[in-house]
């Protein structure tokens, strides 16, 4: 390959972004590091910066901003705070590709400036595509923009469409493990605590998702990541719980074959994927034993008990801002959660309260969503206060 590819990677202090420190660490050849930005943890960024010397650092925390400055004197490191500094960061000429690995609604404005600077985006951030996916899907055709999914589940999808892009999806099978609760009942579910729920059986990841992972919460998100990912209608979608994680989702095309992407659960796979398509680099990754998994199975989720499936496929059929005000709502309730200010089941119930008191805009302009996300947080934050 003659030019290193230039990485910028949005919240690189979280569990992918250090998962992607990893991969990048084992092809110097192959990627060159440009942007490293964190949110709040300076200590880690600062480690992360000496180590890999990229060109540029933004913590999104502007008081911690001298820290940073002072601990990279003498680095010829670049130091920035504060989110347009985010925004900024991502448009300079020697970043090719960014990695949207933040959390929550946070990532949707800087992935917009990405898009708009014609830069590929390697897409962690679900929520991006959940808040806004009809407004990014069409400014990425716009500018000839590739999103590549990091999600494992998408990019089992986009793995088993190399070759295929010609051929119409029949319907995708999106794999969920189930998470702690499986199999539990809501009276089971009353008396979940904080600590069962961020004990996920498979995947080490971030806080939130761990909370969205037990709830359903982030099956349900991902269901409307796909619609917009491979533009599919919501009955050419369908969840299976598959409890070992090791088929990471399925498509079946009009013929009726179908094909599913394996592997151990391990996120550097997908990772590496997204930032190396179309080319697979060589790993040490640990390879999967069939006599490690003599049973691979599968049930359908229970939608009466885990309601957030449902109600993301309801906003993701009623198109709008509908799904920006449930994301608002479930990040609200999940941090309401992890500050042990509500119950488990009280998540769903918020989200599904907001839902049906917000007004739904239709055709939404970039501030329809901004708007639609303010008035949902501030209902959210209301309903707590009761
Ligand atoms: P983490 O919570 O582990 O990391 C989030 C990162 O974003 C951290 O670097 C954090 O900085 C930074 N950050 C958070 N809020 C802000 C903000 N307001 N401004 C600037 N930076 C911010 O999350 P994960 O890595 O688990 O998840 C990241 C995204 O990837 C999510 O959208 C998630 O759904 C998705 N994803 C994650 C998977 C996983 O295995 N973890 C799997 C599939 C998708 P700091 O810590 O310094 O405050
Ligand atoms: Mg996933």
Known sequence: MSEKIGIAILGSTGSIGTQALEVIENRPDYFDLQVLTAGKNADLLIEQAKKYQPNTVVIGDEDSYQKVKDALWGENIHVYCGEDALCQVVEATNVHTVLTALVGYAGLKPTIHAIEAGKTIALANKETLVVAGEFITKLAKEKGVNIYPVDSEHSAIFQCLVGEFHNPIEKIYLTASGGPFRGF??????????????????????????????SLMNKGLEVIEAKWLFNLKPEQIDVIVHPQSIVHSLIQFQDGSMKAQMGLPDMKLPIQYALSYPNRLATNFPRFNFMDYPNLTFEAPNREVFKNLDLAYRVMDELGTSACALNAANEVAVDAFLNKKISFLEIGELNETVVNETK???????????????????????????
Not at 186 to 199: H, R, Y
Not at 365 to 382: I, P
């Open 185 to 214: 009942s809501i009276s089971d579910l009353q008396k979940v605590t904080l600590e069962q729920a961020l004990k996920h059986p498979n995947w080490s990841m971030g806080a939130k998702i761990t909370i969205d992972s037990a």
């Open 360 to 386: 739904n805009i239709l055709n939404p302009s970039y501030q329809d969503y901004v708007n639609s996300d303010q008035n949902a947080r501030e209902k959210a934050l209301q309903l707590l206060r009761k």
